[in-house]
């Protein structure tokens, strides 16, 4: 179905490489909920294919894409270093700054910050739901698979950016 709407909406070499940048994220996203591992035999050869299509002419700027994986490590790692000297314990894998260098090579730097608030709001309303659902008990030290939230924001938003 994936494969279908891309090729529909795009044309074939684009199409081609969101349904390998969707393929992707939807195998990080499954390995993120299931176990909470993001790893980086598949995280960073895909931040290599984002540049290689972006060199390619099937994304963003180059140069957008090259400080869009920069920025979208950099960002979330000063995050997780942050967490955990406040805090005293991990509380942002480091998978996650990974997975979002690779997002950022797929769509440039411009775009992440709109991505990121995406995911962030798809987990808080996802642990509102399950709160007033009754169905589960929200903690402050509550485990959220981030990496699954950055994969479901990033690649319908890419999609649109690229249709």
């Known amino acids: 179905m994936m494969g279908a ?4 909406l795009l044309p074939w070499p684009l199409a081609l490489a969101g349904l390998g940048f969707g ?9 993120d909920m299931t176990h909470f591992w993001l790893p980086d035999r598949i995280t960073l050869p895909l931040a290599a294919a984002g540049m290689g299509c972006a ?4 994304g963003p700027d180059p140069l957008d894409a090259a400080i869009g994986a ?6 979330l790692a000063i995050v997780a270093f942050g967490y955990a000297r406040l805090r ?3 509380g942002l894998g480091g998978g996650d ?3 979002f260098a690779a997002i950022g090579a797929w769509v440039g730097w411009a775009s992440l910050p709109m991505i990121l608030t995406i995911a962030a709001s798809i987990g808080l309303i996802a ?3 399950l709160r007033v659902a009754g169905r589960k008990a929200v903690r402050r030290d509550q485990q959220i698979p981030f990496g699954t939230l950055l994969a479901v924001a990033a690649w ?3 999609v649109a950016v690229m249709h």
């Open 5 to 8: 709407a891309l090729f529909a």
């Open 23 to 31: 393929l992707a994220l939807l195998l990080l996203a499954i390995l």
């Open 55 to 58: 060199i390619a002419g099937l």
């Open 70 to 75: 920069v920025a979208g490590y950099v960002s």
């Open 88 to 90: 005293g314990r991990v």
């Open 97 to 99: 700054p990974k997975l």
């Open 127 to 129: 642990l509102l739901f």
């Open 156 to 158: 319908p938003f890419w």
